[in-house]
């Protein structure tokens, strides 16, 4: 047959210890009984535990290494399945995006739960349940060393050269299906819009199209063997074609916003693409069979159908969709404040400076406004307003808060451990050197924030106080504010949490609406309003929609942010339970006015563990925020952190190596291969 060519290469693998029994295979097992022995033989007590998998795998390994009938055996085995099961749903179906709306597949998935569809004994996937039957096979499979794995295949000899009619028939059945549902999402509105002076006879798409049926002519007509080779070449080059129009769309989405219908079609492309290669791998009769990318489908497979009906995972993956969506910009604003030069880092210093000044009387009106008799309900809308405003003067000035920054800054880092980079595994030194500079510049924009806060809302009560004759706030309500921010007599911690949670969540609204605003191209559609058109001047429309453009995801952001913590306090009183807000710089602010009032009567011990109170709620403004923001960003870019053991490794390393750099940015911007130079760690990691 030619499906099982024996590898003349492989990496050899250690004798296991004299402990490990070999594993035998039982000569009177055929087809897929014999397979489901042997996985059974591999499959560790636990499921999780890979270690015990991946000691038993290797016994079986050394085994078909020393004894060639084994290694028939499971040749011959798994040929039977090839020959005797229809393939075609394995590579058309399995471990792929469904083109059905989201609700469609929700119910399905929820009837299968209760009653799993049917599988004919024919289907290879029956085959692939029925081999790994197990709920958490998946987990196993995953763990096990990828050298491991593809010194297995290689000795197994999946080098294909296929002369099989009924094995071909079914490679080109898929490989027709494929290339079909290929070419019909390249042509979707999501895809085409990003290229309006499209030239058709070079879209890479179509000449997909016209490279597999120009295979299917050379196969039909039995055309020599090397004019076959040539033309599943050709595929090969179209869809490298194809996927850089797909890394185009994919930078372009950082410009030009995404939508979750877009996301959903570059993916469900690009898995399309990539099974396309594995098939293209088996037809091309070269011998160079890309056993990684084999690998990739083999686990790929596995892991769906043992989750393909699990409805947390199925709302996992469109949440997924949707926080890419949302988060695609915020990683983008989010550069802007991790600083490299000490250049930028006084800029961010001068910028988080002006932030405090705008936050000093935003918290001497808050102050004010409570002086006013008003119903709770209208008392935290004005508070709200009050907000809202202060949080947007600080935009149009483009001065800083410090508390806004890690829902951007989080998401910019997460982007370091992006799958869809062009390399798979991210360079753990350019994050390590990133986290050091998001940290300085955090804790520039705190200080800065701070250093202008407490003194200036101090001078303000007291400027209020020379001009009316009399304090800002009463002794009572002053002792009260600084109980109010004291870490052991009130819920502050708590409250610095949620306060937390709204941060992150106005920095998606902002997000949301900013990547709404581009991929709707609102400001090009402004211009173009009849309305707007004839009643406004030509600079005065390119003002407005120019500022649509740029400052509308923040607005929104910023109102959302100013209702939340205005309106938490009225909630929490109507209800009945412990709900409010502290923001480390309104915090800091409402002491100062309250320290003003009271001078040290209260005593230096309470006035000094208030401001340590202070410092902790801006603390857990940021931890929750960030926590919040990164596995977010994590989430939707469908990044495991589990995968970056070494990640903990690195940074600890880099800090003891240079601690000053994640307070204060060293003379010259710090290089990747400085680093990798003073670590002298392999590259590997």
Known sequence: MGLFNRAEKHEEIEKPEAEV???????????????????????????????????????LFYQLQNDKKALFSLRKALLSQFLNSDFVPALTQSGMLGSRGVLQELVTKVKHRI?????????????????????????????????????????????VSVTNKSILQQLNESLHILAQRTVTLGLEREIMRNYPNLNYQEYPFFLLDQAVQKYFLLYQ??????????????????????????????????????????????????????????????????????????????????????????????????????????TEHGGTRGEKYITATRKEYWSMLK?????????????????????????PFWLGFAYSANYAVGFQVMHETHTTLATKQPAFTASALASNLDYFK???????????????????????????????????????????????????????????????????????????????????????????????INYGRVGERLKNHPVFKNTLRPKKLEKVTRYVENNMGALVGNVALGFFLGMAGFFGHI?????????????????????????NAPGKTFLLTVLAGVLLIGLFNFLVS????????????????????????????????????????????????????????????
Request: a positive charge.
């Open 21 to 59: 029994p070999v594993i035998k295979i039982d000569s009177i097992y055929h087809g897929l009984e014999y397979l489901v022995q042997l996985v059974k033989e591999i499959r560790p007590v636990r499921q999780k535990n890979y270690k015990e998998a991946e000691l038993k795998f290797k016994a």
């Open 115 to 159: 009653l799993p569809p049917l599988l004919e004994p024919n289907n290879f996937l029956y085959v692939i349940n029925h081999v790994f039957y197990k709920k958490n096979d998946n987990v196993w499979v995953e763990k096990i060393d990828r050298k491991l794995w593809i010194n297995f295949f290689e000795v197994l000899g999946i080098q």
């Open 221 to 326: 007509s039995n055309a020599p063997r090397e004019d076959i080779s040539n033309a599943v070449r050709q595929i090969v080059d179209v869809i490298k074609n194809c996927k850089e129009i797909i890394d185009s769309i994919s930078e372009l989405r950082r410009k030009n916003g995404t939508s979750l219908s877009q996301t959903y079609i570059l993916i469900r492309i690009e898995q399309h693409l990539e099974r396309i290669m594995v098939i293209t791998d088996v037809l091309d009769s070269d011998y160079n069979f890309n056993t990684d990318r084999f690998l990739d489908y083999f686990i790929r497979v596995i892991t769906y159908e043992k989750k393909k009906n699990s409805i947390r995972e199925f709302l996992s993956a469109n949440f997924s969709f949707l926080a890419f969506k949302i």
């Open 351 to 375: 910028s988080a400076m002006g932030g405090g000044f705008f936050v000093s009387f935003t918290a001497l009106i808050k102050n004010l406004i409570t002086k006013v008799p008003l119903p």
């Open 422 to 516: 062009e390399y798979r595994k991210p360079d753990m030194y350019a994050l390590a050197i990133t986290i050091a500079r998001t940290s300085r510049s955090q804790l520039a924009s705190f200080f800065g924030n701070l250093i202008i806060v407490f003194p200036l809302a101090y001078g303000l009560a007291a400027l209020y106080h020379y001009v009316t004759g009399q304090y800002l706030l009463d002794n009572k309500a002053a002792i009260h504010m600084l109980e109010e921010q004291h870490p052991f007599l009130s819920l502050s911690i708590l409250y610095a949490c949620f306060t937390g949670f709204f941060l992150f969540l106005s920095g998606l609204i902002a997000g949301y609406v900013e990547n709404g």
């Open 575 to 599: 209800f009945g339970f412990p709900f409010d807000i502290r923001h480390i710089t309104i915090a800091s602010g409402n002491s100062a006015i309250a320290y003003y009032t009271t001078g």
């Open 626 to 685: 960030f926590a919040l923001a990164f596995l977010l960003a994590v989430k939707s870019r469908d990044i495991r952190l589990r995968d970056y053991p070494e990640m903990a490794t690195v940074v600890t390393k880099f800090f003891i190596k240079f601690p000053l750099d994640f307070f204060f940015p060293p003379k010259y911007p710090r290089e990747i291969d400085e680093v990798k130079r003073k670590f002298r760690f392999k590259k590997s990691l």
